[in-house]
């Protein structure tokens, strides 16, 4: 490419385009294992990804936020022999952000949500109609698997298909009103967006067995879907109950800056 994606979008080049773009809560799984990993799966592995792109000192800042302690924990991962063969640093504190194991939160910061924000707010510059969100349904496959709502986990709820062998992988063992719920939410909003320009929830959707599905007692709030305001703002999250809720990303839009990785 002649142009990074996100620089071409910062000086306009998508102006005027109206937007939705998200992320899903547990991308990550889907790339960071044991062995074969796509993903860093070890400080050590994040070390080297760090040194290798010149952004070295950037990296107490990354070990901080996604194990941080109440001591200088930098200083001790940093003076542990032990910590650089450990895929588990000797540090105490839960992991900052929600979503479990720090490399897997990792993986999905640095190569989806992390972008998909800087993406928005360089569209943001260009046109207020910029919407995100964030699909979190964890259906009893992603808890048996361990998956949770990984990369792609939403595809079937957009594309309204129960009857793909990833649908059914993914709503293994879960009512049929679950896919229908989510994917009348998602589907109904994309198609909106597609027809319209703004994805809202119509009144009266179809699930995805053709019946009708009456949204006229859910309260107008709940069909609203704020417009992206910047790092702090409300993200429609799809779950088993949908809603608009605001999300503050200013920390982690702080700990990334604008770092760049693997472009020589």
């Known amino acids: 490419m002649p142009v990074r994606p996100i620089d071409a979008i910062r000086g306009g080049s998508a102006d005027g385009i109206r937007l939705i773009i998200g992320t899903n809560m547990h991308e990550g799984t889907m790339f960071v294992h044991p062995e074969n990993t796509g993903f860093p799966n070890s400080w050590t592995m994040i070390a080297e990804m760090m040194e290798k792109n010149g952004h070295a000192d950037a ?25 650089l063969a450990s895929s588990t640093p000797p540090l105490t504190g839960d992991v900052r952000q929600i979503g479990g194991d720090p490399f897997i939160r990792f993986a999905t910061d640095y190569a989806f949500e992390m972008p998909a924000v800087k993406v928005a707010i360089a569209q943001k510059q260009y046109t207020d109609d910029v919407w995100m969100y964030r699909y979190e349904l964890v259906t009893k496959s992603g808890i048996a698997t361990g998956w949770k709502a990984s990369h792609a986990f939403e595809l079937p709820a ?3 298909n129960r009857d793909h062998g990833f649908s059914h992988f993914i ?10 719920k ?10 909106s967006f597609t027809k319209t320009g703004i994805p ?12 009708a599905d009456s949204r006229d007692a859910e309260p107008a709030a709940a069909r609203d879907w704020p417009r992206f305001e910047g790092a702090d703002s409300p993200v429609m999250i799809f779950n088993r ?13 702080e700990t990334w800056g604008d770092m760049r990785f693997y472009e020589n």
């Open 59 to 83: 990296l107490p800042s990354i070990v901080n936020f996604y194990h941080p302690s109440a001591n200088d924990s930098f200083k001790v991962f940093a003076d542990s022999a032990k910590s």
């Open 158 to 160: 957009v594309f309204c």
């Open 171 to 180: 709503f293994d063992g879960e009512p049929d009103e679950v896919f229908d």
């Open 182 to 191: 989510i994917a009348a939410e998602i589907h109904g909003r994309w198609v």
């Open 200 to 211: 809202s929830l119509p009144e009266n959707t179809c699930n995805c067995s053709g019946s």
């Open 241 to 253: 109950e949908s809603r608009a809720e605001r999300l503050d990303r200013r920390h982690l839009m």
